[in-house]
C-alpha cells in the first residue's frame, strides 16, 4: 500500500480532554498510521478547558489572523499547536475567544448544548480547511471524527471542491455515540452557506438540525462511513446502510490493518 497524506479533523484527543471512546480514538488513530509511515496533519478544537501551560501549546503567528465570517459575523481565527509526547503526534489548535475560550466543551455546567454549537462547528470546519491550505499541503484522505467535524464532507464537495488543495481528496466519516441531545438552532442552514455550499442544497434536511441530521448530512457527502462506537444511533446506521456507502464496522482495540485496508479501499493506490 503507499503511504498516503491524512488529514486528521477531530472533535476531541487526549490528554487535551478527558478520556472518551472519541478522545482516546482521536489520540491512537494518528498515531498508529504515522508509525505505518503515513503523513498525517491532526487538528482539534482548543476547548475551553484545555490547560495551555500544560499542554505546552502555543500560538502559530503565521497561521492565525483569518477572519470568518459565519453568520453575518466576523470571527478571527487563531491557530496554536502542541505535540503529544507520549505519542510524538503534532496537534493544531482551532481557536476563538467567541466559540472556544472560557467554556466548557459541547455542554455547558449544566450539561446543556450550547445554543451557537452549529455555529461552532462551521467555524471549526472552515478554519481547519483553511489552515491546511496555507499549510500548502494536499491531503488524499479527510477523516473526520466526531460531530463537531461532520460540516467538512458537505463542505469538501461543494465549496472547496475547485480547491487544488481538496479537488481529488476523499473523506472519511467516523460516528460516535454523541452522549448528548441538543439541536444546532433554526439558523444553522443560513449560517452554514460559503461560496457553493447553498442553503438550498439542505432542503431535503429537517429546518431544525438535530444532530442526526447533522449525521445524515455528514453520510451524505462523505467517500466512507466507520462505525468507530458501539452507541451509535441505530437511525443513522439504517441510514448509511441504505446509502449504501462503503462502511468500517466497529473495530475494537486492535483497528489499524483494518483502517489502513478501508482507506485504500476509498482511496485506491494509482495504476
Known sequence: MAKKKILFINQEIAPYVPETPM???GRELPRAMQEQDHEIRTFMPKWGVINERRGQLHEVIRLSGMNLIINDTDHPL???VASIPTARVPVYFIDNDDYFSRRHM???????????NGERAIFF????????????????IIHCQGWMSAVVPFYIKTAYKDEPSYANTKVVYSMFNPGIKSDLGSNFKKSVEFRDAKAELLTGYK??????ELGKLAIDYSDGIVMADKGISKTLQKYAKDKNIPTLAFQGDDFGEAYETFYDQICPDPE
Open 106 to 116: 459541547v455542554t455547558d455546567e449544566n450539561g446543556n448544548g450550547y445554543a451557537d
Open 23 to 25: 478522545a482516546v480514538m
Open 78 to 80: 487563531i491557530i496554536k
Open 125 to 140: 470546519t472552515r478554519g481547519v480547511l483553511e489552515t491546511v491550505k496555507k499549510l500548502r499541503w494536499i491531503p488524499d
Open 207 to 212: 429546518d431544525l438540525f438535530t444532530l442526526d
